[in-house]
């Protein structure tokens, strides 16, 4: 991977004070994709005021109604979260992991960040395919929103600082519309043999969907794989 695959989201960001920052910090470590989920109105003069010299970086950031729009094109995304349990993906990664990862896998890849009062939502980290979360004192775990932007940003510079040009021939793995298409064929043959006669496929189809996130696959896997389940189906009929 290198620094040009990373495209950061911001779910609901609240403050154009925050954002300009995000900007800022983006620029000061090499990148430069942004874009917003639903954000609050921003105020440009602030935004720009401080994102100082970053002024680009909000030109170019995007701005989608939903994070399944805004990541649709890539292949994996990593919710970023201090609040962890069942429906929160229990394991996660610290920054410095999450940039180890990604040095060794190909593009591109999402970080997703909260908003400024309340994080993440759980639908929002469930869509995640991966979560990952800074150290900090228990006794005021909580970030400023910029800073923790700067934190991951950092670490990945650090780590994909010296890949900044495209390999010639790269993997190029599906991105997150390619694999939910791959996850409702899948589906759709294990449903055509019975397997879902019991409450459980949504959970299943997450399952899948992180997991062929998380695996890279390619168009070709992808058939591939679908093409299997596609005849264990039509041999059982």
Not at 110 to 126: H, K, M, P, Q, S
């Amino acid at each position: 991977m290198v620094l040009s695959d990373l495209i950061f989201i911001l779910c609901r960001p609240s403050e154009p004070g925050n954002t300009g920052a995000v900007c800022r910090v983006l620029k000061n470590m090499g990148l430069s994709r942004l874009r917003l989920v639903a954000p609050a109105p921003m105020d440009d003069g602030v935004v720009r005021a401080r994102a100082v010299h970053a002024g680009d970086v909000w030109e170019q950031a995007r701005v989608f109604d939903s994070l399944e729009s805004a990541a649709a094109d890539c292949s994996l995304v990593i919710g970023t979260t201090r609040r962890r349990g069942r429906r929160r993906k229990s394991i996660t990664m610290t920054p410095r992991e999450a940039a180890a990862y990604l040095r060794e896998r190909p593009g591109p890849a999402a970080l997703v960040f909260g908003n400024e009062r309340t994080g993440l939502e759980d639908r929002e980290l469930r869509f995640c395919n991966l979560a990952s979360h800074i150290p900090a004192d228990g006794a005021f775990p909580s970030l400023n929103l910029s800073h923790a932007v700067q934190i991951y940003a950092y670490e990945l510079f650090t780590a994909l600082g010296s890949a900044r040009d495209e390999p010639k021939g790269r993997w190029a793995p599906l991105d997150q519309t390619g694999i939910n298409t791959l996850v409702h064929s899948v589906s759709a043959s294990l449903e055509s043999l019975g397997f879902y006669k019991h409450p459980g496929r949504e959970d299943q189809e997450q399952f899948f969907r992180d997991i062929f996130s998380r695996a890279a696959l390619n168009a070709g896997e992808a058939r591939y794989l679908e093409n299997i389940f596609a005849k264990t189906a039509r041999l059982a009929r």
